[in-house]
């Protein structure tokens, strides 16, 4: 060492304040032993040491609490503070944490000689000391040097009381400021209520006759009070002088929207002047560096500048506030990205399950291999392949989004949930993520919903082309597909997969086959039947099975029916006469099926799926098909 370490030992135990002195003055440190906490203070407080090594638990003034008096004091806050312990637990934990010491120091009776570096590493040979105070060892023989040290030594304890509460009283401050502002907190997470509570409590704190808050938000918040005798010329000078510091504070940002609240609500008018300059200014925090999340900016009519106590107690009121605000903001965007989450997916999602993802419940949506009853509707744009050719890209584009936007709506409201869009295809699922004991006749009214829509849907952005008018295909399956969040790792989509949806997409293309806007399976069918309108106002709709079909891909028959509005139901004699037909062709008799296919078309002309049927009955008299069970095998899609 190049000079000698002042040390304080202050230990209650003469043994272990025994060993640590030997070991220190044995390694060259000038050491000064003490035994409780009060004259410990004095020690530090006169001499200035560059460390103290005092236990926990001293008498008079306790380690934890000596600490805080020792760096809550300007003039021996530069002394390095250990405090030792033999054992460290919760309750030593805390204290320590909020002590403000320099370390915690577990003592064991052997390792003592660890001090030597701990010290050496707190106080650098190149620090500067921080005494000021007279040498405590100074003294004299004679009587009046011993009258004088008498006097000295009773200004110094008269000092030292003084160092105690001024220690406490800014504790107390500190408290009073982080109890206040982290109440205003509790009651409302606002930005402009955070600063009314803040202006409100920094009238007991300075006495100012202007000032402005600048939040540091995407769009930046100033808040100004000031006294109505400060003329407008001087109000906006202070503005631009606020502007300016924050600029520089905060130079990351490149643009400063600034969003003018001017708090006069509550102006004080106590002062008797008529007009007022502003002559002095202070802006907090003071710290350089860091993500400031406001500034407070503080100017008043007198010359004289605040002092260094007034100073610090603004730098520490600015800095709890500039943490409450950091969090508030905090509040503030994940709500608003909440907001936006919910408008995003509100259209195609329920609101269960949007709630679900906001509160972090992944477990819909982490689901893999599961099977669920689920209902799969696929809807697609007929003939939207010739539209687009007609159209501008950005037309069919704009069409898109708002036919999707509908589309939906009317998906989400019966519960549920868009999968995918395919080009022009929806494809939708109810039963996953949330299930209900009735999904296909969901699925089944919402098909009834959308082409409903189509009456009132905006097409005029498009140009149609001739002989063509704009319709939806839509086909509903309800089976138990597999379903979860399948993809690589970088992403993954919650979807179904299986026959089940393959079955779903075939009776979509049926649709166009048999001349109707909606095709369902056998099993929604049976769906409909057992909850006709349990959950919604009963819409009037009507099913008729129309054929029994092999699809693509699956080797068992499926039931299909019509399903459409009550108000477009067909004739009685046409219904009649077609079930006729039905039932003569699934059994065989073609030529029995053909006649009733010919009645239906005489009740119905131009009807596509009797027409169909009818075409089919000619072609199996021609060429009968094997092993005929009733269901044709349709090759494509």
């Known amino acids: 060492m190049s000079t000698k370490k002042k040390v304080v030992v202050a230990f209650d135990s003469a043994t272990m304040r025994t060993l640590i002195t030997q070991t220190l003055v044995f390694h060259g440190f000038d050491v000064t032993e003490t035994s409780d906490g009060l004259e410990t203070l004095e020690k530090v407080y006169t001499d200035s040491p560059d460390a103290v090594v005092m236990y926990y638990d001293l008498p008079v003034i306790a380690g934890f609490s000596l600490s805080r008096i020792i760096k809550n004091t300007a003039r021996m806050r530069s002394t390095a503070v250990i405090i030792c312990t033999t054992e460290e637990n919760s309750v030593v934990s805390f204290w320590n944490e909020n ?3 320099d370390l915690l120091f577990i003592l064991d009776g052997e390792n003592t000689g660890e001090l030597v570096g701990k010290i050496l590493d707190l106080c650098p040979d190149d620090a500067e000391s921080a005494d000021s105070a007279p040498d405590s060892d100074a003294g004299s023989k004679n009587t009046g040097r011993k009258s004088k040290d008498a006097k000295k030594a009773f ?47 920094l009238r007991g704190v300075y006495n100012y006759d202007a000032m402005a808050v600048i939040v540091n938000d995407e769009e930046l918040h100033e808040f100004i009070e000031s006294e109505r005798y400060i003329t407008q010329a001087d109000i906006e000078d202070f503005r631009t002088i ?113 709630d679900g993802i906001v509160a972090g419940d992944d477990s819909a949506i982490a689901t893999v291999g599961e099977k669920r009853q689920v209902a799969i509707l696929i809807a697609d744009i007929r ?7 007609v159209n501008q890209p950005e037309t069919i584009v704009d069409f898109l989004n708002s036919y999707f936007t509908v589309m939906g709506s009317i998906i989400k409201k019966h519960g549920g949930t868009i999968d995918k869009f395919m080009g022009d295809a929806i494809m939708a699922m109810f039963g996953a993520p949330e299930s209900y004991e009735d999904n296909g006749k969901r699925a089944a009214f919402a098909a009834l919903e959308m082409l409903d829509a189509l009456k009132t849907l905006d097409t005029s ?21 597999i379903v979860g969040a399948i993809g690589s790792d970088e992403k993954k ?10 079955v779903a997409s075939r009776l979509e293309g049926l649709t166009k086959i048999y001349g109707t806007p909606i095709i369902i399976s056998e099993s929604v069918k049976k769906d409909l039947d057992i909850h006709p309108s349990s959950g919604f106002l009963p819409l009037k709709y009507f099913t008729r099975h129309i054929d029994n079909v092999k699809v693509k891909g699956k080797s068992h028959a499926v039931g299909v029916y019509e399903l459409a509005p009550l108000e477009d139901r067909y004739s009685e004699d046409f219904l009649s006469t077609y079930d006729k037909a039905l039932s003569q062709y699934l059994i065989g008799n073609f030529n029995s099926a053909m006649e009733y296919f010919n009645g239906a078309l005489r009740e119905c002309p131009g009807n596509k799926c009797a027409a169909v049927m009818l075409d089919r009955c000619r072609e199996f008299i021609k060429n009968r098909p094997e092993d005929w069970d009733g269901a044709v095998v349709l090759t494509t899609k």
């Open 242 to 354: 606020c502007h300016s510091d924050f600029a520089a504070v905060v130079p990351d940002r490149r643009e400063y929207n600034w969003h003018d609240e001017n708090v006069h609500g509550a102006v004080r008018i106590n002062k008797s002047r008529a007009v007022g300059k502003l002559r002095s200014y202070e802006f907090f925090p003071k710290e350089e560096g860091g993500n400031k999340s406001i500034t407070l900016h503080i100017a008043s009519c007198s010359s004289e500048t605040m002092n260094s106590r007034t100073s610090e107690r603004l730098n520490f009121f600015a800095r709890v506030y500039s943490q409450l605000f950091e969090k508030a903001l905090l509040f503030r965007h994940l709500h608003t990205s909440e907001e936006k989450m919910y408008k995003a997916f509100s259209r195609f999602l329920p609101p269960k399950i949007i």
């Open 461 to 481: 952005m498009l140009i149609m082309p001739p002989g063509i008018s704009f319709n939806i295909g839509i086909g509903i399956n309800y089976g138990q597909p």
């Open 155 to 201: 200004v110094a304890k008269d000092e030292l009381a003084r160092t105690i509460i001024n220690a406490y009283e800014k504790e107390l401050f500190q408290l009073y400021i982080v109890q206040d502002a982290f109440n205003s907190t509790s009651k409302n997470m606002e930005i402009s209520f955070l600063a009314r509570q803040m202006i409100q409590q």
């Open 99 to 101: 002590s403000q010491g």
């Open 493 to 502: 989509e919650y979807t179904v997969i299986g026959d089940d949806v393959n």
């Open 383 to 389: 003939k939207f392949t010739t539209i687009s050719e």
